[in-house]
């Protein structure tokens, strides 16, 4: 599992406690680790055998979002990851709807999302490590059986709990892409075309 303070990945034992029954004869429990990184405790609570909801950090630990990404795209990923502890599907889909945004904001438009991520594996000048990670975002949950338009971004999905990660993953790896490195190539340029200038020289290309 991952550190939801520290962000490193650990194996641990987990303790779980029985805490309270409830009319319904419902069991109630806790289950606690710490990380052997950070020594902060990760705590959950779970009902009977249903999936466990994590207390404690509230939300899940993620770096934040870069200053460069549009603040609309942000918001839809910060709450992404808010969502991801309590519902995994929904954090999916959100994370489809941003990656849908960047696809379109940066050119690849088409008929739904399917047919848009196609327009980024065609584009040879995109990295394969990005058009590997993205092309694999289609066989979550059986994803392209459910073609995502407009109307239809945040159909709720099954997904397993580290696809839904892994989504979050792969849209943090196409922010850095799209908006950061441009813009921190931009910056350096800036700065360049300045030197030249004063230097009385032409602008770089």
């Not at 941003?98 to 088409?110: F, I, S």
Request: aromatic share 10%.
């Amino acid at each position: 599992m991952k550190c939801s303070h520290c962000m490193v990945e650990f194996h641990d034992k987990i303790y779980k406690t029985h805490i309270a029954w409830c009319e319904s004869y419902t069991g109630w429990y806790v289950l606690a680790c710490r990380c052997p990184s950070c020594q902060k405790f990760i705590i959950h609570l779970q009902e009977d055998e249903k999936r466990p909801f994590m207390v404690f950090p509230s939300g899940h630990s993620r770096p934040p979002v870069q200053s460069e990404v549009p603040p609309g795209l942000a918001q839809d990923y910060t709450e992404a990851c808010q969502v991801l502890p309590i519902s995994p599907k929904a954090s999916a889909a959100l994370a489809r709807r941003a990656l849908q945004y960047v696809l379109r904001d940066k050119g690849y438009k088409g008929r739904d999302l399917n047919a848009e991520i196609d327009l980024l594996l065609n584009n040879e000048a995109t990295p394969s490590a990005i058009r590997t990670s993205v092309d694999a975002i289609r066989n979550f949950g059986n994803f392209s059986a459910h073609p995502v338009t407009d109307q239809t971004t945040l159909q709720v999905i099954d997904v397993e709990d580290h696809e839904a990660e892994w989504c979050l993953d792969i849209l943090y790896d196409l922010f850095d892409h799209f908006y950061v490195k441009p813009a921190a190539a931009a910056q350096r340029k800036a700065v360049l075309d300045l030197k030249l200038k004063a230097a009385g020289k032409l602008p770089s290309k």
